[in-house]
Structures are given as structure tokens and as C-alpha cells.
């Protein structure tokens, strides 16, 4: 497998070289020089094929011969542990439950085997490697747990001070050993500079041995292809279209579907859901795309002004814009729209969506109501609704089964590093440590 920066074609390196930096030397993002298409065979199978062996097939395509079948297949294994469920709602949408991993996030399924892969790949060095995360909530848990103890990773997460759940909040800052909280003053955004400006210093990255886990690094991106074709194999109306809704922030889960759709993935539209930070909704409808500052609201892993992955999304379609709309659409909506979403589908099937997914199930109930066709509309909940008590009245709250992982967590100890938003602050921090 080689992978390219989006920003210079004419360099391409190894899947270990992509994973290692994290990013390339011009500061563009990593990716495959060439997408493999999946076998009409593997599309067939799809419906009686369990989950780990989705993830192993689609893998195995994607990096050709750049880890052996054996060592790949116990990667996935040891990372894919969990289900992935799809549940069907009325009129015809269902729901992916992304929710099912250690950290209750759809995270889990591209940190952890980010891990067993990086762990892989550096099981015969002794020298330590420095793991820079940037996270607006659910990125910074899920790495903290899929790298915890993994032996030669050091691990500092980033997160906006003041601007995550207070679950979430615990779930970064509990655990100890190679896992560091820095709680930074500023927002997700901020958090995204530093990781992009230690990564830009060469100094402090060769010193360090800098590599990111946020959805940038190709490891963590490539895995969240998987629950991509497990839920076309799993829909349950097979000779309807299907639509995907996704809730878009850093756009990394939206690039994963898009990516799968390259490899052959049947999908007849997405739908990028976001909530009052616009800027992917602007870009469609005016071809521009212009980064703002973020905006905190209640579905905060999406409050994101200028999302990453969309060079890479940009990439995918040679900077065409038309081109994009024809596969993608995208809203916005606000928190009360939000809230009005999370009531509605509890009223009509007693199910709890976290507002992460509340925004997605918006974003297809209006595509819907715009459908003349019949499709199979499949909403991505990317984060289980415990995540989010205080937000819910009473009625919903004793609806919520916490689980009890999430419960043992709230009764740890909060452990994190206040830093300013200043890369100089945080060089200093890491060069003396």
C-alpha cells in the first residue's frame, strides 16, 4: 500500500511510514495512491459474514502486503471486540450502534487498532514514541484506552478546557501510567493547532518521536471503513437504495464512508449532519470553503470551524465540487432542534439518541420528507446517550441503562496538565518530559 500527501502526489511512502508521522513533511494529510475496489463475491457474502471478518477482509484489500494474513487477522481480532448492531426505527430508518466499545464511542474502533497496529509495527524497537490527540470528547477516551499500556507508546491528550461532557471529561483525565491530560485553554480547534504545529516543528517531532491518533493518522482513519459494509450487509430492506447520515465534525467518520463508497460500497447518497458549526453545509452551497470559529453546543465532538479531513474529502474528488454534491449533501441544525429530535424518537420508539445521533436522524428525516423513492436511510449514534445525562429530562434519563464501565469511571480521579493555547507552551512541556 503507498499513500500520498493530498497536498504532493509526486511522494509516496509506505503504510508504516504514513503511520509513524502522522502526517506528512509539506503538512498535508495521508492517502492511498489508489483505492482497491471489493469483489462483487465480497458484497454478496456480506449478509452472513460476521463482523471480524468484515473488518479482516477490508483490510487485508486496503494494505495489500504490508502486514501477513496471520498477524493482520490477530490485529482485528484483539481490536474488534465489541458488536455492531443495527437497530430498525419506523419509517423505514435504522440505527448503527457505534457504541459498543470500551469507551462507549465509535472511536473505539479506530484507536484500537491504531494501537495493535502501531504495537505491531514496533515490536522489536526499544526506543519510546510520543502520541499526540487532539479531542473534542470521544477521540481522547477511546486512544487513552486502546494505547493504555501498550508498551513503547507515550500518550498526551489535548482537550479544550471547560468544552466536554463531564463524563467525557473523567473518561480522559482517570487513567495513569502512559496516558497524560492536557487541559487546554481554548477550544477544539486550538487543540488541533498544537497537535499540527508540534508535528510542523522538526525539532521537537525527531526529539519526541511524533505520531498523531486523531483521525489524520490513516490507522485510525482506514478502520471506520469496516462498520461501513457491515451495515449494508446487515439493512433490513436489501432492494431499497441506502443513504447514510452522518454526524460530521472533523469529518473523519464521513471520509471513512466516502472511502468505502470508492471501494465499491453501494451507497446512493450521504448525508454530512452537523450542527451550528457550518462550514461543510457553506462549502456545498457556495463552493467556497471557509473555516470558522467553533461554536460549543450539546453535540460538542462535532463542534468543530475547520474540520481536517475535508482536504482529504477534497481530495477524493479532485477538488471538484460538483462532483461532491452528487454523493453528498449536508445540514445544520441547532441545539433545540436537536433536543425536539431526541424527544420525538423516544416518543415514537422508545429509543434514547445521543445528540450526536440526533442531528443525523434530523439530517434524514428531512431528506426523507424531500425522497420520493423508498430508501433504507441509516442513521450513524456514535456515542452512547450515558455519555450525556444532562441533557435529558427525568422520563428519558430512567430510560438510560449506565453502563457499568462508565460508572466506575466517574469515580476516579481527575488527573490533567492546564496548558495556554500556545505551541511554545506546549513544546516546552514535552521537551521536559
Given amino acids: 500500500m503507498r499513500l500520498q500527501s493530498v497536498l504532493n502526489p509526486a511522494k509516496s511512502v509506505s503504510f508504516r511510514e504514513a503511520v509513524d508521522t502522522g502526517i506528512a513533511e509539506d503538512g498535508g494529510l495521508f492517502m492511498p495512491v489508489a483505492l482497491p475496489r471489493l469483489s462483487k463475491g465480497f458484497f454478496d457474502s456480506l449478509p452472513s459474514t460476521e463482523f471480524q471478518e468484515v473488518a479482516f477482509q477490508v483490510s487485508r484489500c486496503l494494505l495489500e502486503n504490508e ?31 457505534l457504541f459498543h466499545g470500551p469507551t462507549l464511542a465509535f472511536k473505539d474502533f479506530g484507536a484500537r487498532f491504531m494501537a495493535q497496529t502501531m504495537a505491531y509495527l514496533h515490536r522489536n ?35 479544550p478546557s471547560g468544552r466536554v461532557s463531564a463524563i467525557q471529561e473523567m473518561q480522559l483525565t482517570t487513567l495513569t501510567g502512559n496516558v497524560t491530560a492536557l487541559e487546554i485553554e481554548g477550544n477544539f480547534d486550538d487543540c488541533q493547532q498544537l497537535v499540527k504545529a508540534a508535528f510542523a516543528d522538526m525539532d521537537l517531532s525527531k526529539a519526541k518521536r511524533l505520531t498523531s491518533a486523531n483521525s489524520i493518522n490513516v490507522a485510525r482513519l482506514l478502520p471506520q471503513t469496516f462498520y461501513y459494509f457491515n451495515a449494508y450487509g446487515l439493512r433490513a430492506e436489501r432492494n431499497r437504495p441506502v443513504v447514510f447520515s452522518v454526524p460530521s465534525g472533523n469529518l473523519g467518520n464521513l471520509t471513512a464512508g466516502l472511502i468505502a463508497w470508492k471501494m465499491g460500497l453501494p451507497v446512493d447518497r450521504f448525508i454530512a449532519a452537523t450542527n451550528v458549526n457550518d462550514v461543510l453545509p457553506r462549502f456545498l452551497g457556495t463552493g467556497v470553503f471557509v473555516p470558522a470559529q467553533s461554536i460549543a453546543t450539546i453535540s460538542n465532538a462535532m463542534d ?130
Fill in 67 to 97: 502486514i501477513a494474513d496471520a498477524d493482520l487477522r490477530q490485529i482485528v481480532d484483539r481490536s474488534m471486540t465489541f458488536p455492531v448492531p443495527v437497530r430498525s426505527l419506523k419509517d423505514g430508518t435504522s440505527v448503527l450502534e
Fill in 304 to 433: 468543530v470551524g475547520n474540520p481536517s479531513n475535508f482536504e482529504r474529502i477534497s481530495y477524493l474528488f479532485g477538488g471538484n465540487v460538483n462532483e461532491v454534491r452528487r454523493i453528498l449533501s449536508s445540514t445544520s441544525y441547532s441545539d433545540k432542534d436537536t433536543r425536539t429530535m431526541i424527544a420525538d424518537c423516544y416518543r415514537e420508539n422508545h429509543y434514547v439518541l445521543d445528540p450526536h445521533g440526533a442531528v443525523a436522524a434530523l439530517a434524514l428525516r428531512h431528506h426523507l420528507n424531500k425522497e420520493k423513492r423508498k430508501v433504507e436511510g441509516i442513521i450513524l449514534e456514535t456515542a452512547h446517550p450515558a455519555k450525556f445525562l444532562d441533557i435529558y429530562d427525568d422520563s428519558m434519563k430512567g430510560a438510560i441503562e449506565v453502563p457499568e464501565r462508565l460508572r466506575a469511571t466517574m469515580h476516579g480521579t481527575k488527573r490533567s496538565v492546564r496548558l495556554s493555547a500556545s505551541s511554545k507552551d506546549l513544546k516546552s512541556f514535552l521537551m521536559s518530559n
Fill in 125 to 159: 524497537e526499544t526506543q519510546e514514541r510520543t502520541i499526540l490527540v487532539a479531542t473534542s470528547g470521544d477521540t481522547g477516551s477511546a486512544v487513552a484506552h486502546g494505547f493504555h499500556d501498550v508498551q513503547g507508546m507515550k500518550v498526551y491528550l489535548l482537550y
